[in-house]
């Protein structure tokens, strides 16, 4: 893990590059509350830890968590948030209920709520970082993006647990759509419940 200094610099904004796998992982992880480190440690290959597999996930040319669709915030020459983000197929996406992760179900049928929006996969912002308006700044790249590909509208899932970030979808125009219960399996958080928000352009 990294070391983050405070800054007050102007933050400049980018696309995302293969070389940002281990900000990406560190801040999916951070964003899903240590969800996504509980499947990698399911997907290690030989020598590989879960941090590997999820910077090696990162540094894909395909697959929905990919460099590919990240936008990087920068202040001071270093990395402070990112969102990742993509449009979302007009109509939803069968689940396998037999191979899907438990703990991943819920979030897929909150997806499937809102088929062809741009779908906020990841919006995370170091702690060193927060409070300095970083979230409504990407989440404004996003409403671009949408705008750009001709989607209606925009959807992002929060854990109920995360009222900061909530506050900030709501205070941005968003609104409560669906809700589903987590499931915890192995997995631990303080929240119980994952909320659907979405807004439409």
């Given at each position: 893990?990294?070391?983050?200094m405070m800054s007050t610099i102007t933050p400049?904004?980018?696309?995302?590059?293969?070389?940002?796998?281990?900000?990406?992982?560190?801040?999916?992880?951070?964003?899903?509350?240590?969800?996504?480190?509980?499947?990698?440690?399911?997907?290690?290959?030989?020598?590989?830890?879960?941090?590997?597999?999820?910077?090696?996930?990162?540094?894909?040319?395909?697959?929905?968590?990919?460099?590919?669709?990240?936008?990087?915030?920068?202040?001071?020459?270093?990395?402070?948030?990112?969102?990742?983000?993509?449009?979302?197929?007009?109509?939803?996406?069968?689940?396998?209920?037999?191979?899907?992760?438990?703990?991943?179900?819920?979030?897929?049928?909150?997806?499937?709520?809102?088929?062809?929006?741009?779908?906020?996969?990841?919006?995370a912002v170091y702690p060193d970082h927060r409070r300095?308006?970083?979230?409504?700044?990407?989440?404004?790249?996003?409403?671009?993006?949408?705008?750009?590909?001709?989607?209606?509208?925009?959807?992002?899932?929060?854990?109920?647990?995360?009222?900061?970030?909530?506050?900030?979808?709501?205070?941005?125009?968003?609104?409560?759509?669906?809700?589903?219960?987590?499931?915890?399996?192995?997995?631990?958080?303080?929240?119980?419940?994952?909320?659907?928000?979405?807004?439409?352009?």
């Amino acid at each position: 893990m990294r070391e983050h200094m405070m800054s007050t610099i102007t933050p400049t904004f980018r696309q995302g590059q293969p070389a940002d796998a281990p900000f990406l992982a560190e801040l999916v992880n951070l964003a899903g509350e240590g969800l996504p480190l509980r499947l990698w440690e399911s997907m290690r290959e030989d020598g590989e830890t879960a941090w590997d597999v999820g910077r090696r996930r990162a540094a894909r040319e395909e697959g929905c968590f990919s460099y590919r669709h990240a936008t990087m915030a920068e202040a001071g020459g270093q990395v402070a948030a990112a969102l990742i983000s993509y449009a979302q197929a007009p109509e939803p996406q069968p689940i396998d209920y037999a191979t899907m992760p438990p703990a991943f179900v819920p979030l897929q049928e909150l997806e499937n709520l809102a088929p062809n929006t741009w779908y906020i996969n990841i919006l995370a912002v170091y702690p060193d970082h927060r409070r300095q308006g970083l979230g409504a700044e990407l989440m404004a790249v996003a409403e671009k993006h949408a705008a750009k590909h001709g989607k209606p509208g925009l959807s992002v899932i929060v854990s109920d647990a995360n009222v900061g970030a909530k506050h900030l979808y709501l205070a941005i125009g968003y609104r409560q759509t669906a809700v589903r219960p987590q499931v915890k399996c192995e997995w631990s958080t303080d929240g119980t419940s994952w909320i659907l928000l979405t807004k439409m352009l």
